[in-house]
């Protein structure tokens, strides 16, 4: 078990670099301003130093709004941002002081995007939890499938994709004309709901014609989690706690 000093003081911290990366994208990101004390319990409870991205962004920003908020990757939100998005604490429901025998269980939820989406980073027995890929991999819930996806990527390199356009093709066949405009009124605690859903075959054949609607994340996840339990009896497991 390190101490938070240990986990704060590196000689190569990440965010300095990230940062540069974040100011040579051409990829739209807006960076929340961070809670330090917020985020210095972070890294304590997960044992993540500041010398990943992880720890930098949990450490030095609020979080990070991906394409107008398409994507939402958690940090450690301040004050009225928090509002706008929720941390990644609180996603993870961390105990509100430090315990060491707390863990995220099946793997901690770094990012939720609009459709109701979830990014996680396995832990360390995907199988015994019922998810692909390696321990420490990116997985994906898909709410079009209504199932997890390994993406075959550490969180570092997940980023770098993210950051270099690699969303455009993830979500081609699930972005509509005028998406931007529906996106960019909703805060971080907000999803939308599409009817038909988008795991239906009206939706695959026809996105555009759906309707729409903004709800609570918590509901979006609620209903993808009771889908899942009802149409194969399989629970997806902990997707947020939005």
């Known amino acids: 078990m390190r101490e938070v000093n240990e986990l704060l003081n590196v000689d190569d911290p990440a965010w300095p670099l990230l940062l540069q990366e974040l100011s040579g994208t051409d990829v739209p990101v807006e960076v929340l301003p961070g809670d ?5 319990a972070s890294l304590l409870q997960l044992q993540v130093s500041a010398r990943s991205n992880l ?13 107008r908020g398409w994507l939402r990757i ?3 939100p301040v004050g009225a941002d928090a509002e ?14 430090f315990d060491p025998v707390w863990r995220p269980g099946a793997g901690l939820v770094v990012a939720h995007d609009v459709l109701g989406g979830v990014f996680a980073l ?5 199988r015994a939890a019922g998810r692909p890929g390696e321990p420490g991999e990116i997985v994906y819930f898909a709410p079009d499938s209504l199932g997890w996806e390994a993406l075959g990527a550490g ?9 270099s356009g690699g969303l455009q ?6 972005r509509w004309d005028g998406w931007r405009t529906e996106v960019s009124v909703l805060n971080g605690r907000q999803g939308l709901s599409f009817f038909p859903p988008l795991w239906s075959a009206e939706a695959r054949q026809d996105l555009q014609a759906t309707s729409r609607r903004a709800v609570p994340m918590a509901e979006l996840l609620g209903l993808s989690r009771d889908s899942c339990v009802q149409f194969d009896g399989t629970d997806p497991g902990f997707l947020g706690a939005a």
């Open 74 to 76: 958690f940090g450690s």
């Open 36 to 40: 330090a004390e917020t985020g210095r």
């Open 155 to 163: 969180h570092s390199a997940w980023l770098s994709w993210i950051l």
């Open 122 to 126: 396995n832990g360390g027995d995907p």
């Open 55 to 67: 720890g930098g962004i949990m450490l030095s920003c609020g979080g990070l709004l991906v394409d």
């Open 169 to 174: 093709e993830f979500y081609g066949g699930l």
């Open 84 to 97: 706008r998005l929720p941390g990644l604490a609180e996603i993870n429901a961390m105990p509100p002081s």
